[in-house]
């Protein structure tokens, strides 16, 4: 194999890895972008259910205790 075909090989190379790695790229940051919304959906959702727990111990208002 001649230096202008090898030359040529190791271009071609170079030049799918880097399509590669950005892809890559893409695809983490996507994943990092998802990773937060649900960390913020999660939080949302522990306050509302921690929220509710808590209104749970109070009787219901406007009805007597239960030993009436």
Known sequence: MDTDARLVRLEELIAHQQAAIEDLSRQLTEGWKQAEKLRTELGRLTDRF???ED????PPANQPPPHW
């Open 55 to 58: 209104g749970a111990d109070s």
């Open 50 to 52: 921690q929220d509710l």
